[in-house]
């Protein structure tokens, strides 16, 4: 039985990426989706107008990562965050960001992770903070679990130093996070953590991880200081916010991929590792 998983999850894989080249192609010769029209119709976000927040109360499911919190918040997805399908979220969250649905195939990846039923079965959002799951150490985001088990806890300190390092300009004079503020912040990031985390861990998939995580701020909001801090501190979506990606069939793998690799080819983790020991001997 593992031999013929595996071979079908291979199978399965080259035609996630057979399809997330055609909806490239085909975004490459499809007009754009008009701004104000990013979400359609229909939809939660149309119009820039977002069913009410309301922040988590103490016995709802939260997890690592803010995107899906934020549809919890807005009740895009259950509120609670618990008995959430694999399909509903798969296809919420690319409705919410615009994200193709190639690109969606996280799901599929969760839904195995944690060894369910991706048509069939439900989860609860902080069962995807699995440890060196999809969740991994040196998240700008996220305290290393090792201090703090809970990951649905932000590390506030780490966000509003990512906030405070933009030094870029969008056209009306907004701050706005580059790639290479970035880079700068996860190598900055990643050294500490190295210093300071007994259990310490980083492969490379987890440092792809942190940089797919990062590269969307970048193309879903623009780099807009202003929105990361309601959607990072608050998990909230600004009043009147929609996606800034505006491609037909929504952000590929392979577009979001020159953004991925501009982060992590910028990483610097040595240039930190001064700094680290003088302040953590």
Known sequence: MGFFSSVSYFICNVGIISWDIL???????????????????????????????????????RCACPGL????????I???GRGISFVELNN??????????????????????????????????EEVSLHNGIEHDASLLRPDSAFEPNQSTKDVPSIEELLAA?????KDGNDVITAKDISKM?????????????????????KIFGSTDTST?????????????????????????????????????????????RIELGVREKDWAEVVREAHP
């Open 217 to 261: 701020l970048i193309t879903v909001f623009g780099g807009r200081v202003d929105d990361l801090r309601s959607f990072l501190l608050d998990e909230r979506i600004p009043d009147g916010w929609e996606s800034r990606v505006r491609q037909p069939y929504g952000m590929t793998m392979i577009n979001l991929s020159k953004t991925i690799l």
């Open 23 to 61: 909806l490239t192609l085909l975004n490459l010769v499809r007009r754009k989706r008009r701004i104000g029209h990013v979400n359609p119709e229909g939809q939660p976000g149309y119009g820039g107008h977002w069913p009410e927040f309301r922040p988590p109360q103490e016995t709802d499911s």
């Open 78 to 80: 259950s509120r609670t």
């Open 92 to 125: 919420r969250t690319r409705e919410t960001y615009n994200f193709s649905p190639s690109f969606c195939y996280t799901s599929h990846y969760a839904a195995r992770m944690l060894k369910r039923s991706y048509s069939k079965d439900t989860f609860d959002l």
């Open 69 to 76: 919190n934020t549809l919890a918040n807005h009740g895009i």
């Open 186 to 206: 996860l190598g900055k990031r990643r050294a500490v953590s190295r210093a300071v985390n007994k259990e310490f861990s980083l492969s490379f998939l987890h």
């Open 166 to 170: 933009a030094t870029g300009k969008d």
